[in-house]
């Protein structure tokens, strides 16, 4: 640092009224910020904490008003200041304005009050000149200054202070610079002016600190006693949201069936005011409740295509959906003409539209966007409305009438022709459109007690082959009331007195009555289906309920659930092509409808002869936990074989592959975290699933002899663990090279029931049963042996399941008798048990944490899968027992690594949940309209009305 020379205090005496100490001279474009800076440490240097300012200072900047006489309010300005600082840059020695302020200075002022702050460029006093060296000095005006000193000055550096930031009263290099300056300026020792500063500084210090201690003790005091009432009122709030969250999801839960759309918007409002474990049970299982296609007056037909296109005729005309859509129709078609009745082609590319005076319309619906005119034929039997159509395998439709009907031929749908009529009477018509079933009536149409068989044979004329005992059909009542299966060996009739027989068919001749089904409803059965499988059964009864039945064993055929949501009479019924879905529509014309009012389709979840909320099964065999890829993209199912599948919500899953399985029963697989290798076996077996639809094997060397039970990969490190069959020990392998895995060790575990492996997130632990019954920690790591680490005592039971939370603190364990319990390993060496649960009658097989840390889902050998709240481990909370279509006992469970899936893996297939709950409520408040005025006040009366899908 240069020094500025100091002798005595010149310029105009202080006192003058205006006066100033100093006039900052600077360049605008280097040093506005520092001059800013460097005024505002010199007015606050050695300043009592009372005063506002210590020196006054000019600068332009702070001084000058906006004015067309510039330079004489500059003039102005040094004419009453007492000295010249001049901040020294490259930039002011070019800027006229501070070359001008020079000048004025020197011509009217002694060059001793002239006061230089060096901040960039560079200054040279030559000693053997007496003056500076303009050769190299350029941080001032060489004209203005040239002979103004006779002695060398001196100047402070100023070059490291560039913003105010920097000017901190507590820095010692502004503490010095500072004084330097108003050494001259005050006519005072540097020594002094600093420890005057220092002492000013301690003691403002002291007393802020004073003032602060007292101020933050009122504070507290005024906060503690607000706080209070903060936190009392907001507990109070919070738990009227909590109550009302948890009274709405009970409303919704009521009404779910009958008011499907406004139990979805009480369900999002419950989870707007208070996301309890109600609320987010409820939108988990929210699949269940069906989805409504609002009919544009009476609905007069609905069907399925094998491709999953849904058609429903209504009084305005046709409408298509597809069920990826939800309920929005892809196209939408209004006419006149309304179609009586509907069906698809077996390959789902056509659709038959039946109508008024026996007219039959064919349409292209490969692109169920844009669907295309076919053909139209006319006259269909005695030209009366068709009420039934069916389109045989063998490229044939079948169109029948109260009385009569025709057989189409359509191998040609652009030329459809006709093949001849049908016997008199007809109620229905197989899938292969070899068999005819008919009512049996006198010439005055009295029904005579029986229908009749008939056999179709190419173009020849249906000849009788059989005679049923059943009441009447009656399709000009209810159209549906006869189905043959899918695959035509069975024949369902309902009739008026809530029956349903079933006959075999398979030898046309010899038909065999099987097992009735008997529902109670007010005017009988009106409508019935089969599933695609035909293992299911659906009954449309006159009192809007529709049941399902599993008829797997025609034998011996077991109800299943009821699903009751029409008001009126389930005229019509069909299945999804997956047999997940089934579609109910609302009867349009009965004996005690007037045929007013609204008519809906819904569409239904189901699973087998069960209610579900999963949204789809995949049909894979094996209880092995259902392995997810790191992408979430992939899911590898173990089983007869392990099943690759794409899961990525762009549409249905659909298969990719399928790799080895040593064991008949199937094995466990688990994907490596590189997302291209899926492992399986035992000894270890690596596949390259770079391209899912093409496995590619890695490992080389010995045969696999046996297919791992259980198997678990570390998120970290190359290490997977492994456990064959029952009694065998738990193996660690490096699997570092992929060609071949390396066995580190085996450990301290058997059991003659298959029991879980799991890694920590960080991936230094692993987790297994132990010999003695109980659960133990090993420390693991690459090239090493796994090493015991800590022992969780045995609990009641022998452990079958384990999982641990996401950040690794958690571990869940399941125990034979049902019973989690959580444990807190953090320490290894000494684990503390936190909580317990014990919602399961059976043993646990099955674990699993929510990416997020809040969720965890478990399956007991009781059949139930459950969703729990962890976010209190101690506490762990459950959220809902799932609609999975059933009890499923030995099931494995597994959330996919986004977060957005939770899959339930057992022998008949691995069933896919949504648990985004950000998901499911887009989804639920695009599935429903708008909560109304009066429904919220209804339910919120003490609520001003928002609806929650606003």
């Known amino acids: 640092m240069g020094r500025i020379r100091g002798r005595g205090a010149g310029g105009t005496p202080r006192g003058e009224p205006g006066e100033y100490d100093a006039f900052i001279s600077y360049s605008h474009a280097w040093d506005k910020d520092v001059a800013k800076a460097f005024q505002i440490a010199l007015q606050g240097f050695d300043r009592p904490w009372y005063r506002p300012r210590s020196l006054k200072l000019f600068r332009d900047e702070t001084n000058l008003a906006a004015s067309p006489h510039l330079w004489q309010e500059i003039e102005q300005g040094l004419t009453r200041s007492r000295w010249l600082v001049v901040m020294a840059s490259p930039s002011a020695a070019a800027s006229p304005w501070v070359r001008q302020e020079i000048r004025w200075w020197l011509a009217h002022r002694s060059a001793d009050t002239l006061l230089i702050g060096w901040t960039d460029g560079t200054l040279f006093w030559d000693p053997e000149r007496a003056g500076f060296d303009w050769s190299r000095t350029d941080a001032l005006p060489k004209q203005e200054m040239e002979r103004a000193f006779e002695a060398e000055p001196r100047w402070v550096d100023l070059r490291w202070l560039r913003s105010p930031e920097q000017a901190s009263a507590a820095d010692p290099r502004l503490v010095e610079c500072v004084a330097e300056f108003v050494a001259p300026l005050t006519g005072r020792s540097k020594d002094e002016l600093i420890g005057d500063h220092v002492r000013r500084h301690r003691q403002t210090r002291r007393l802020v600190q004073a003032t602060l201690a007292a101020l933050t003790v009122l504070f507290l005091l005024a906060l503690a006693g607000g706080v209070t009432a903060y936190t009392q009122r907001n507990t109070a709030r919070a738990q009227t949201l909590v109550a009302q969250s948890r009274q709405l999801v009970a409303e919704a839960s009521s009404i779910r069936d009958a008011q499907p759309d406004l139990a979805r918007q009480l369900m999002v409002q419950a989870y707007r005011l208070a996301p309890t474990a109600e609320a987010v049970g409820a939108l988990v299982d929210s699949y269940a409740i069906p989805r409504v296609v609002h009919g544009r007056g009476l609905v007069r037909a609905a069907a399925y295509s094998s491709r999953g296109l849904l058609a429903v005729a209504d009084d305005d005309g046709l409408r298509l959906f597809d069920p990826a859509r939800g309920t929005q129709p892809i196209f939408t078609e209004s006419v006149k003409r309304q179609a009586t009745a509907v069906a698809f082609s077996p390959d789902g590319k056509q659709l038959a539209l039946g109508g008024a005076n026996g007219t039959v319309r064919l349409l292209d619906v490969t692109d169920g966007s844009r669907p295309r005119a076919l053909a139209e034929t006319s006259g269909v039997g005695d030209r009366r409305e068709v009420l039934v159509l069916v389109v045989t395998s063998g490229g044939q439709l079948v169109a029948m009438t109260w009385k009569t009907g025709a057989v189409l031929d359509v191998s040609d749908p652009a030329r459809p022709r006709s093949l001849g009529s049908l016997p008199d009477y007809p109620v229905a018509a197989s899938p292969g459109g070899d068999l005819i079933v008919t009512e049996e009536r006198d010439t005055q149409g009295a029904y005579l007690g029986h229908l009749r068989l008939w056999s179709v044979s190419g173009s020849a004329r249906p000849r009788p082959v059989a005679t049923l005992a059943s009441p009447p059909v009656d399709v000009s009542e209810s159209r549906q009331r006869a189905v043959f299966s899918p695959n035509g060996p069975l024949l369902a009739i309902a009739s008026k007195d809530s029956r349903v027989k079933m006959w075999d068919v398979a030898d046309p001749a010899r038909p065999v009555a099987r097992a009735d089904l008997y529902a109670q409803s007010r005017l009988g059965i009106h409508s019935v289906a089969f599933s695609p499988d035909a293992t299911t059964l659906a009954t449309g009864d006159s009192d809007g309920t529709v049941a399902l039945w599993d008829v797997s064993d025609p034998l011996r055929p077991r109800s299943g659930a009821r699903l009751s949501g029409h008001t009126r009479t389930v005229g019509g019924l069909s299945f999804s092509p997956d047999g997940h879905t089934v579609a109910s ?179 230094t632990l692993l987790a297994a049963s132990s010999r003695s019954g109980g659960v133990r920690l090993w420390r693991v790591a690459r090239h090493a042996p796994p090493r015991p680490v800590g022992d969780l005592p045995t609990a009641k039971g022998k452990p079958r399941a384990l999982a641990f939370g996401p950040q690794g603190r958690t571990l869940v364990v399941g125990d034979e008798t049902g019973t989690i319990s959580t444990w807190d390993v953090s320490r290894p060496g000494r684990p503390v048990r936190q909580g317990a649960s014990t919602r399961h009658t059976g043993a646990i097989t099955g674990l699993a944490f929510h990416p997020g840390g809040e969720l965890m889902a478990t399956a007991g050998l009781d059949g139930r899968i459950r969703l729990w709240d962890v976010r209190n481990p101690a506490r762990p909370v459950e959220v809902t027992a799932l609609s999975g279509g059933g009890l499923y006992p030995y099931a494995t469970v597994g959330f996919s690594p986004d977060g957005r899936l939770l899959a339930g893996s057992d022998s008949t297939g691995i069933r896919l949940w949504t648990v985004d709950r950000t998901g499911i409520l887009r989804q639920m408040c695009a599935e429903s309209p708008r909560i109304t005025p009066d429904q919220w006040a209804q339910y919120l009366p003490d609520r001003p009305y928002d609806p929650p899908c606003s």
């Open 585 to 763: 529509a609302d009867a349009y014309d009965t004996l005690l409808d007037d045929g007013t009012g609204p008519r809906t389709v819904r569409l239904w979840s189901v699973s087998g002869s069960e209610r579900a909320s999963a949204f789809t099964t995949l049909p894979t065999k094996g209880s092995f936990p259902p392995a997810f890829g790191p992408d979430s993209r992939t899911l590898a199912g173990g089983g007869e074989p392990t099943t690759v599948w794409r899961v990525d919500g762009t549409g249905t899953p659909r298969l990719l592959s399928t790799v080895e399985t040593v064991n008949p029963g199937g094995q466990a697989a688990a994907f490596g975290m590189d997302r291209r290798t899926l492992f399986s076996g035992m000894p270890l077996k690596a596949w390259d699933m770079t391209d899912p639809t093409h496995p590619r094997p890695l490992t080389r060397g010995a045969a696999r002899t046996v297919g791992a039970e259980s198997l678990a990969v570390n998120p970290v490190l190359p290490l997977a663990a492994a456990r064959g069959g029952p009694g065998e020990r738990a193996q660690v392998w490096d699997i570092g090279d992929k060609t071949r895995p390396t066995l580190l060790g085996t450990l301290d575990s058997a059991g003659a029931e298959r029991q879980d492996l799991a890694f920590s997130p960080d991936g």
